[in-house]
C-alpha cells in the first residue's frame, strides 16, 4: 500500500502572473496550462476585447470605432477595459495575464490597478520564433496545425492554409515591435523584483514545470 500523500499545488492566496515573451513563445498555450492547474482566471486581451466587442458595451463601441478607423486601440482604453475585467469577482484570488501589458504605459497602469506578484517572460530567439510560427497552418474548419509539432491528418493535406502573419517577413516584422514596444518591460520588472526568465524552447511540458516551480516560490512583492 501506498502511503505517501498527493502534494497538492501550493501558490500565494493572491497570485498575479503576467506572461511575456515574443510571438511564437507558447504564452496562451502556457497561460490556459496555468490557469487549469492554479485554478485562476485566463485574462486575454484578444479574449477581452472581443467581449466587449460582441456585447457591444461602451468600450466595445470604442475599441470598433478605432479599429474601423485603421487606429490601434490606446493604452488608456486598453487599460480600461483591464480594469473592469480585473474587478470581478473571479479574479479576487489572482489572475493569469496574456497579452497585456505590451507597453511601458501599460505597465505603469497596470500597477495602479492591481501589482503582479510574478512576471514569467518566456525566452525565445528570432530565429526558432520564425521557424514555430511559419511551420503552422489552418484547416477549413480553423483548427491550427503544426507541419512539425502537430502535423494534420493525411486528409487534410492540400486543404490547409498558411496565414499571412504567419508568414516569415510578416513574423519578423512583429518580433521587430515586440522588441521595440515589449522587451523594455523585462528591465522594468527586474528592477521591481518579480521577473523570473524561463527558457522557451524545451518541450511545451517542460516548459509548463518550469513556470510552476517559479510560481509556487514564495514572493516578496508589495500587496
Request: aromatic share 4%; charged share 35%.
Amino acid at each position: 500500500m501506498n502511503n505517501r500523500r498527493r502534494v497538492k499545488t501550493r501558490i500565494p492566496t493572491s497570485t498575479r502572473i503576467v506572461l511575456l515573451g515574443p510571438q511564437g513563445s507558447g504564452k496562451g498555450t502556457q497561460a490556459k496550462l496555468l490557469a487549469r492547474r492554479l485554478r485562476l482566471p485566463h485574462v486575454s486581451s484578444g479574449d477581452m476585447f472581443r467581449e466587449h466587442i460582441k456585447h457591444r458595451t461602451k468600450l466595445g463601441r470604442q475599441v470598433t470605432k478605432r479599429l474601423d478607423a485603421g487606429r490601434l486601440v490606446s493604452d488608456r482604453l486598453t487599460m480600461r477595459m483591464m480594469a473592469e475585467r480585473l474587478r470581478r469577482p473571479d479574479c479576487r484570488r489572482g489572475f493569469i495575464l496574456d497579452g497585456v501589458p505590451r507597453t511601458l504605459g501599460q505597465a505603469q497602469a497596470l500597477a495602479r490597478i492591481a501589482r503582479p506578484t510574478v512576471v514569467l517572460a518566456l525566452d525565445l530567439s528570432e530565429v526558432e520564433a520564425v521557424r514555430r510560427l511559419s511551420g503552422r497552418r489552418m484547416a477549413p474548419d480553423g483548427t491550427i496545425y503544426h507541419l512539425r509539432y502537430n502535423p494534420p491528418p493525411k486528409r487534410l493535406r492540400g486543404q490547409l492554409m498558411m496565414r499571412d502573419d504567419d508568414r516569415p517577413a510578416a513574423v519578423r516584422r512583429r518580433l521587430s515591435e515586440y522588441r521595440r514596444k515589449t522587451r523594455p518591460l523585462l528591465r522594468y520588472y527586474r528592477r521591481a523584483g518579480v521577473l523570473a526568465e524561463i527558457d522557451a524552447r524545451p518541450a511545451i511540458k517542460r516548459v509548463f514545470q518550469d513556470l510552476l516551480r517559479v510560481v509556487r516560490k514564495p514572493t516578496r512583492v508589495r500587496r
